[in-house]
């Protein structure tokens, strides 16, 4: 009896300090209640260092995401001959954020990723984590292309970027990782487009059978794809530049520009032709004269490309590319197979 009478002696006189509280705060609209700032400490200080950062940003989380409606439960009515005060708005706020468990001592809601995704104030997400590694790639390239690989140092690249330059060094340990990761990048993106575009496949003899068969409108198609991919798209134009600038400065630069835009391209045009020569697709010609004659035209109008002064210009060079292809197929495709099928 004696234990009850002492409970309920602590709940009456936890009322009257409550409604103490209010009576003090009465007469004053604080911008933020010392009720909401205690709760705010009280959910920051709780736990280990590391996790107040995330304990914080789960309160403006469950700030934002609760209903309007919570904060005025107590709104309507009256308590003493009085309106409710504003810390009741508080105190079924502090509820709420309960039934959430956002306050300390409940298990956490979400994972640091579903953080980064959760709504800020004012209904607007939050801004979504930069690709450092990407950006450090992307502006390398810019100013490699610009003001050429052994002018460019780490710094000028984080600059560019907007970090410090340790920061680069935790993604790349030196500029010629960079590089190296660079020409990774252009080969996968190479690939991906020759299938976009719809370049035979395989071997060489089923590419020579595909070939064989082609339309000249059709293989005219993939002339001005793949022209349009050194001249239009960013990363492959940025890529071919810096190699044109760099193969008079730097020896190693100078040999990856011969092997993506002379000897590579030649070495296969040569092997294709000789190919279908042998297979009596082409009238009997020197294969290397041939992949010499194919592919001259076309590089001197990727690199006239660059100085197109405008989108009139450069759609000159595209249906120059064309008429190339189609009379050079023209010229050499034996007469059984000079139109293709139809």
Not at 121 to 132: D, F, S
Request: glycine fraction near 8%; hydrophobic fraction near 40%.
């Amino acid at each position: 009896m004696l234990r009850r009478v002492r409970r309920v002696h602590g709940a009456e006189r936890a009322r009257r300090h409550a409604r103490q509280l209010e009576r003090r705060h009465a007469h004053r609209a604080p911008r933020r209640p010392a009720l909401a700032r205690a709760a705010h400490r009280h959910v920051v200080l709780a736990g280990s260092g590391a996790r107040a950062g995330e304990r914080r940003a789960e309160h403006r989380r469950a700030h934002v995401a609760l209903p309007q409606e919570a904060g005025s439960i107590l709104q309507v009515g009256h308590r003493g001959g009085r309106p409710a005060h504003r810390l009741d708005r508080v105190r079924a706020r502090l509820h709420a954020e309960r039934d959430l468990r956002i306050l300390p001592g409940a298990r956490r809601a979400t994972d640091s990723r579903e953080l980064a995704r959760a709504p800020h104030r004012g209904g607007h997400r939050m801004t979504p984590r930069r690709n450092t590694k990407e950006d450090i790639l992307q502006a390398s390239l810019r100013l490699f292309a610009r003001a050429g690989f052994e002018s460019t140092g780490m710094r000028e690249i984080a600059a560019a970027v907007g970090i410090q330059p340790a920061s680069v060094y935790k993604h790349f340990a030196c500029k010629q990782a960079i590089l190296d990761a660079l020409i990774r990048r252009m080969d996968e993106r190479y690939e991906l487009t020759a299938v976009a575009i719809g370049l035979p496949e395989g071997s060489v003899d089923e590419q020579v059978r595909d070939y064989a068969v082609t339309p000249f409108a059709r293989m005219a198609d993939l002339g001005e794809g793949m022209f349009r991919y050194w001249t239009e798209d960013e990363f492959a134009t940025l890529f071919r530049q810096m190699l044109t600038v760099e193969q008079y400065r730097t020896p190693e630069l100078g040999a990856l520009y011969r092997r993506y835009f002379i000897e590579a391209p030649l070495a296969w045009q040569e092997t294709l032709f000789a190919s279908m020569v042998e297979s009596g697709a082409f009238l009997r010609d020197d294969p290397k004269m041939l992949a010499l004659e194919f592919f001259a035209p076309l590089m001197m109008l990727i690199q006239a490309a660059d100085g197109a002064g405008d989108e009139a210009a450069r759609e000159r060079l595209v249906d120059l590319a064309r008429q190339h292809v189609i009379r050079f197929g023209e010229r050499h495709a034996c007469a059984a197979s000079a139109e293709g099928p139809e």
